[in-house]
């Protein structure tokens, strides 16, 4: 399966996130990764459906976004609308998970099944099959700039050996704590994307992205 890298905007400088998007386009990143938080779920705010409108028509890059929300089922069609190509929903915030994978399908996004480093892989099995894209996290949500959370590549390997013994091919994400130096143990472990923040919009942000890029091995 082809590796990918999602730059996360919440590491951006958003005095200058227009362009600082277009460094990450410009480095050949195909992702953005649009972390969404509504204080209730998380206990940070970040930012919703006006922002990711307004930079949607600047590019072509594909919108990774990430709902970190109570009953996500509530915004996904706003989300949609307003650009998403992705739409991450977490198993511990949503009240009924099948339907809510399901109505992000038939929006014509991708669902996304987000999970957090306490709940075991196991729990994910009866909906993989309703989700198109799976998000570990390694790290606690809420915050950007977290420290990779020892024992994530374990989990990895454990999704991944579910995702293969259940014959789906689909791709799976990691977010959290994710660098230049663990980046090569991630994607050995069986990550498909990796979300990376701080890493890439702290300093220059063309040369961070080519050399994870060179580590994925585009």
Avoid: W
């Amino acid at each position: 399966m082809k590796k990918y890298l999602a730059p996360s905007i919440l590491a951006a400088d958003f005095n200058i996130l227009g362009q600082q998007i277009r460094s990450v386009g410009q480095a050949g990143a195909k992702y953005l990764h649009i972390d969404v938080m509504d204080g209730i779920f998380v206990p940070s705010i970040s930012f919703g459906i006006p922002l990711i409108r307004s930079i949607r028509s600047a590019n072509d890059l594909i919108f990774d976004v990430h709902l970190m929300v109570t009953e996500p089922k509530r915004y996904i069609a706003d989300f949609r609308e307003a650009g998403a190509d992705i739409i991450s929903v977490h198993i511990e915030a949503c009240g009924d998970v099948r339907e809510t994978l399901e109505a992000v399908k038939e929006l014509g996004a991708i669902p996304g099944l987000a999970f957090n480093p306490e709940t075991p892989v196991e729990e994910l099995e009866p909906y993989i099959p309703y989700a198109g894209q799976i998000l570990l996290m390694s790290v606690h949500p809420g915050f950007g700039g977290q420290k990779f959370i020892e024992g994530s590549c374990e989990r990895l390997k454990l999704l991944a050996d579910l995702r293969d013994r259940m014959g789906l091919n689909i791709p799976i994400e990691i977010d959290g704590g994710v660098t230049l130096d663990n980046a090569s143990e991630i994607l050995q472990s069986g990550a498909d994307i990796l979300v990376a923040g701080s890493s890439v919009f702290n300093g220059d942000i063309e040369r961070n992205i080519k050399d994870f890029l060179e580590v994925i091995g585009e």
